[in-house]
């Protein structure tokens, strides 16, 4: 899903500046929210093991340019589901920076435009995660269906905006029309892989579930809401 240099450029980076940040600002406030739930200690390690998660997805794993972006196993619902929702989306964007940073300097310029790509998304499953998932379901306890619906979404998410990035940033034509039916069509597949990843995660998950995880993993992994 990274978008390429060049894509959105010039005073178009404005809108990618203020979705960032409004994507930023509601993270801070899930993110106080789930402070005051646990601790600050038991906060920043999930961030840093998002983080980490996150360059291995994106460092580690197999991925490809496809048209107009890369198709990468990003795999945030899994994150979103050992973790939670703020912490998640801190160490996505954590993740991200730093493989950046270190490994992918070319990609900087397009730090906001990738962030906005990857935490929107996972805000939407966020907002509808009580819709899909019953309250009284623990997420180790969920069917391939409901992390598939998740996955949907999500996966859906980051296609979505990786095409609107790509027509705001170059314009509506058969050429820019061409580069993200081609990702679209390659990125389905992570849609199909990853409600397998989150399913076995979670059984792992649910093996331990007797130790005292609750400064590790979000709340809702071993209880329901």
Known sequence: MHIEPGVVDGAKMVFAYGTAAAAGGYVAKLAFEDIKRTDPVSFLTKIGMGAVGTF????????????????????????????????????????????????????????????TTLLVPLLTITALANRLIPRDTAYVDLKYGDVLKLSAMYQGGVIAWVAFWAFYGQGVGAETFAAVGTFAAAYAMVILIEPIADLAVLAAAKTVRGAKLAGVFTQRLYSAA
Do not use: C, K, R, W
């Open 56 to 115: 291995i997805f994106f460092e580690v794993l197999p991925h490809f340019p496809v048209g107009i972006s890369e198709v990468h196993f990003i795999l945030g619902t899994t994150l979103f589901l050992l973790l939670g929702a703020a912490p998640a989306a801190m160490g996505l964007a954590l993740g991200l920076l730093l493989q950046g940073m270190f490994f992918a300097p070319s990609d900087l310029p397009m730090f906001f435009v990738n962030v």
